[in-house]
């Protein structure tokens, strides 16, 4: 792994300080959310990849652990346009994009957006409604654009998705077909916190939300210009070489259905880029690789139906995976 480091730091000082800076405005975003999200850093950093990597989070998680929460401190903490939808059975796809309506002063139709038009979109319980209104998303998430009656209408830009769902086994829910889950570059699980941080968040809730204190400390701008180094981020061949054994290994495996598609190969690649920017790092290195497996992979899965077991399908996939993983050597 040391090899890897050094044939990257040797760097100019330009770009040791375009390094910090960004490494600083992470941290402040960081620190603004985890002062909501509290004893959950892992996930509030996750959180971070996806958003300055340019993908979209599914957050899936039993009722009442912060979910929502966690896409409502993210928006807090930007200076940009937030939309929540409350997805329910009888949303319509109209609901999510928006449609045209008659203008009868001007004697013509006008198209008038939905709330996906947005730089953080909270689309809450996505799985409590119907799979043609979840379809709706598709284009937006894949494309950054949705089009209605022939007219292709841009996103704002940055555009973040944060879906929120209960696990597929809960009653009312409908699964998430595998063309829409494989739009979402991370998912997540958030978890019960442990009861010594539960005290502290059950304290601090007792005089307020702590979500009512937030105040922004990243712009739209800020946003974009991390998301440009995210790109500059250095991957050794080496590293891509091994997220192709990974890869490969998914779509051979005989306890797998399907495989990672090519979008979740991009989606690794680009997430790995976005955690070593979190750390403040110029370059990419295996455990980035290892530490995303997981979040970035598990539900682009479909496991075998011979190889079921008694967990959770989200974690059946996530158990295959840990295996598959053990079987592939890391560079050094």
Same mark, same amino acid.
């Given at each position: 792994?040391?090899?890897?480091?050094?044939?990257?730091? !040797?760097?100019?000082?330009?770009?040791?300080?375009?390094?910090? /800076?960004?490494?600083?405005?992470?941290?402040?975003?960081?620190? /603004?959310?985890?002062?909501?999200?509290?004893?959950?850093?892992?996930?509030?950093?996750?959180?971070?990849?996806?958003?300055? /990597?340019?993908?979209?989070?599914?957050?899936?998680?039993?009722?009442?652990?912060?979910?929502?929460?966690?896409?409502?401190?993210? /928006?807090?903490?930007?200076?940009?346009?937030?939309?929540?939808?409350?997805?329910?059975?009888?949303?319509?796809?109209?609901?999510?994009?928006?449609?045209?309506?008659?203008?009868?002063?001007?004697?013509?139709?006008?198209?008038?957006?939905?709330?996906?038009?947005?730089?953080?979109?909270?689309?809450?319980?996505?799985?409590?409604?119907?799979?043609?209104?979840?379809?709706?998303?598709?284009?937006?998430?894949?494309?950054?654009?949705?089009?209605?009656?022939?007219?292709?209408?841009?996103?704002?830009?940055?555009?973040?998705?944060?879906?929120?769902?209960?696990?597929?086994?809960?009653?009312?829910?409908?699964?998430?077909?595998?063309?829409?889950?494989?739009?979402?570059?991370?998912?997540?699980?958030?978890?019960?916190?442990?009861?010594?941080?539960?005290?502290?968040?059950?304290?601090?809730?007792?005089?307020?939300?702590?979500?009512?204190?937030?105040?922004?400390?990243?712009?739209?701008?800020?946003?974009?210009?991390?998301?440009?180094?995210?790109?500059?981020?250095?991957?050794?061949?080496?590293?891509?070489?091994?997220?192709?054994?990974?890869?490969?290994?998914?779509?051979? !495996?005989?306890?797998?259905?399907?495989?990672?598609?090519?979008?979740?190969?991009?989606?690794?690649?680009?997430?790995?880029?976005?955690?070593?920017?979190?750390?403040?790092?110029?370059?990419?290195?295996?455990?980035?690789?290892?530490?995303?497996?997981?979040?970035?992979?598990?539900?682009?899965?479909?496991?075998? !139906?011979?190889?079921?077991?008694?967990?959770?399908?989200?974690?059946?996939?996530?158990?295959?995976?840990?295996?598959?993983?053990?079987?592939?050597?890391?560079?050094?």
């Amino acid at each position: 792994m040391r090899r890897l480091q050094t044939a990257h730091e !040797s760097g100019g000082e330009a770009e040791a300080g375009s390094s910090s /800076a960004a490494a600083e405005g992470v941290a402040r975003l960081h620190a /603004a959310i985890e002062g909501v999200i509290k004893g959950k850093s892992e996930a509030v950093r996750l959180t971070l990849v996806a958003l300055l /990597a340019g993908g979209h989070l599914l957050v899936e998680d039993v009722p009442g652990v912060g979910k929502t929460t966690l896409a409502q401190a993210l /928006a807090r903490a930007l200076d940009c346009t937030f939309q929540r939808i409350q997805f329910t059975s009888d949303l319509l796809p109209s609901d999510v994009i928006g449609l045209s309506v008659y203008n009868e002063p001007r004697g013509a139709f006008e198209f008038k957006p939905g709330p996906i038009f947005a730089n953080v979109v909270l689309a809450d319980e996505i799985n409590r409604t119907t799979p043609k209104t979840q379809s709706a998303l598709l284009e937006a998430m894949g494309e950054g654009h949705v089009t209605v009656e022939g007219t292709t209408y841009q996103l704002p830009a940055p555009f973040i998705v944060v879906a929120t769902q209960n696990p597929i086994e809960h009653h009312g829910t409908y699964p998430l077909p595998e063309s829409q889950l494989d739009r979402f570059m991370l998912r997540l699980r958030i978890g019960y916190p442990d009861a010594e941080m539960e005290k502290v968040i059950v304290r601090d809730r007792a005089t307020g939300d702590p979500l009512d204190e937030m105040r922004a400390v990243l712009s739209a701008a800020d946003v974009a210009a991390l998301q440009r180094e995210v790109a500059g981020v250095s991957v050794d061949d080496a590293l891509v070489d091994y997220l192709m054994r990974i890869v490969s290994a998914t779509r051979n !495996s005989e306890m797998l259905d399907l495989g990672v598609s090519p979008r979740g190969t991009l989606a690794l690649f680009r997430a790995a880029q976005a955690l070593a920017l979190t750390e403040d790092r110029a370059y990419c290195v295996p455990d980035d690789i290892k530490r995303l497996v997981l979040p970035v992979f598990a539900h682009r899965l479909v496991v075998n !139906s011979r190889f079921s077991s008694t967990l959770r399908r989200s974690e059946e996939a996530e158990a295959v995976l840990r295996e598959i993983m053990k079987t592939i050597s890391v560079p050094l």
